[in-house]
């Protein structure tokens, strides 16, 4: 194998005022994939007022996110969303960020889950119970509105959505609106835009819904088995109850972390399945073996669909949605031997780690078994879910909910490629498809 060690630093070339900025706003993805290739694992960015440092080594993440993780704070693309998101967990630091974080985690861990799973299951049925035996689908637009159904009902009950329209299309204005404009010109939220009012407005309905479901709860009493009931009944070690808007800042939090990552996650995988007939057939045996062919998936059956999990799993490495991670660090440090000024951005590229041939013999092959009976790919080459005491909390979550969602699917429909595959990324702060993604779905004969 050839030497594994982290190369030098090395300068990007960039027009000397403006650095990277053009070939970044273009096309991120292209430009971070075609520096790594050409320079190394170690590239110093030029960025009007910015140090960046682009790193794709598994010794530079473990470094950053674990060994000297005290040394980095949150990214200053991450602290622009504040004024919406607020202290939630992804963007809050320190003492607070570490309590929110224990007083969360109980939420997701294995029993919790345990109780979504029928509703996962659940919700993905009730789509495809509406779809034709033949047709074309854009099966994003679907994932979207199977995994928001999944965490509103998550976080405010299975009802919640049905008693209050308008909420779906609020969260999905929100969310898939984020876009630069957003992060950089802050100005643009108070522009006279249709799509900047129309942004406002559903901001004001969302912050509404929730802060009118906590009043609810908090005035009615009763305790509710959702993530909401478990935000309020949680209690910090002086015993002390979450804030309402503490609370509120959580649940945008969620949303905004546990939505379309979870969709993107599903879209990617579908559009790799309708290319790869073989792995589709596979998890059809897999879900029959299990269910015989006379009933539909149940929650028992989860652990047992080993071959659905290596198929998310290698698309979550071709197609990590969280492409990019950020930090800054927030003191003087080293890495690699240089050192490092408090304020340096550091952007570590997952997408370039996944696709390492140093790390993944046939990096650019869609190849599942590769996660079956396999020894454990080399530690912090593999991390689409991050790493270290930040590393997604609802990674389990996530995965229960695109293994089941992809084998339900896969055991009710083929897919077959109607869009030029493989599709085109386009990465800003999620790897989403450039253009909609269209497959047509065929109902697979049932039994007698
Ligand atoms: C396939 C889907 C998902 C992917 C790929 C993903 C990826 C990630 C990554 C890479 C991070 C770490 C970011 C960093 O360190 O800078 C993260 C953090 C986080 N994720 Fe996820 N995520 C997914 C689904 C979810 C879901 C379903 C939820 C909640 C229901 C969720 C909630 C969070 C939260 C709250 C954090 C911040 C954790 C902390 O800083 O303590 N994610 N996610």
């Known amino acids: 194998m050839a030497d594994s060690s982290p190369t030098r630093f090395v300068d ?90 224990s007083l969360l985690q109980p939420s997701f861990q294995h029993d919790a889950l345990l109780q979504y799973a029928a509703l996962m299951l659940r919700t993905l049925q009730e789509h495809i119970d509406s779809w034709q035996p033949v047709q074309h689908r854009d099966l994003h637009a679907d994932m979207m509105r199977y995994t928001r159904e999944v965490i509103c009902a998550v976080l405010f009950g299975e009802r919640f959505l049905t008693e209050h329209t308008g909420v779906a299309e609020a969260v999905t204005t929100v969310f898939t609106g984020l876009r630069s404009e957003l992060l950089y010109l802050p100005l643009w939220r108070r522009l006279p835009l249709r799509r900047s009012r129309a942004w406002n407005q559903a901001v004001a309905l969302l912050n509404r819904s929730v802060a009118q479901q906590v009043a609810e709860r908090r005035s009615s009493g009763h305790d509710h088995p959702d993530l909401l009931g478990a935000l309020l009944r949680a209690r910090g070690p002086a015993g002390e109850a979450m804030s309402d808007a503490q ?37 059809r045996e897999e879900v029959t073996a299990l269910t015989g062919g006379t009933r539909p998936l149940s929650p028992a059956d989860y652990p047992r669909l080993r071959w659905s999990a290596a198929v998310i ?64 790919p080399r530690p912090y080459t593999y991390v ?65």
């Open 384 to 448: 689409p879910f991050g790493i270290g005491p930040r590393v997604c909390i609802g990674q389990h979550f996530a995965t229960m909910e695109t293994v089941l969602g992809i084998a339900s699917m896969l055991s009710r429909f083929t897919l077959h490629p109607v869009s030029p595959l493989p599709a085109e990324p386009s990465a800003w702060i999620t790897l989403r498809p450039r253009r909609p993604i269209l497959l047509e779905v065929r109902a697979v004969p049932r039994p007698g």
């Open 12 to 101: 990007a070339p960039g027009t000397p005022l403006l650095g990277s900025l053009l070939p970044i706003s273009r096309n991120a993805l292209a430009h971070f994939t075609a520096l790594l290739t050409q320079h190394g694992d170690r590239v110093r960015l030029r960025l009007p007022g910015r140090n960046v440092l682009l790193l794709a080594h598994p010794e530079d993440l473990e470094q950053v996110l674990v060994r000297d993780r005290e040394a980095y704070g949150r990214s200053a693309e991450l602290r622009k969303l504040r004024p919406i998101f607020g202290d939630g967990l992804l963007s809050s630091e320190g003492e607070l960020w570490r309590r929110q974080r």
């Open 247 to 283: 609370i509120h800042d959580e649940i945008l939090t969620f949303f905004l972390a546990g939505h379309e990552t979870a969709a993107l996650t599903l879209t990617w995988t579908t559009a790799l399945l309708a290319q790869h007939p073989e792995a589709q057939e596979r998890i």
């Open 313 to 376: 799993k290698e698309s979550l490495r071709l197609y990590p949605p969280v492409w990019s991670m950020g930090r800054e660090a927030t003191r003087q440090t080293v890495l690699g031997g240089e050192p490092i000024a408090p304020g340096t951005d550091v952007w570590l590229c997952i997408h370039k780690l996944h696709r390492d041939p140093r790390w993944f013999a046939q990096p650019e092959a869609f190849l599942p078994e590769r996660w079956i009976d396999q020894p454990a």
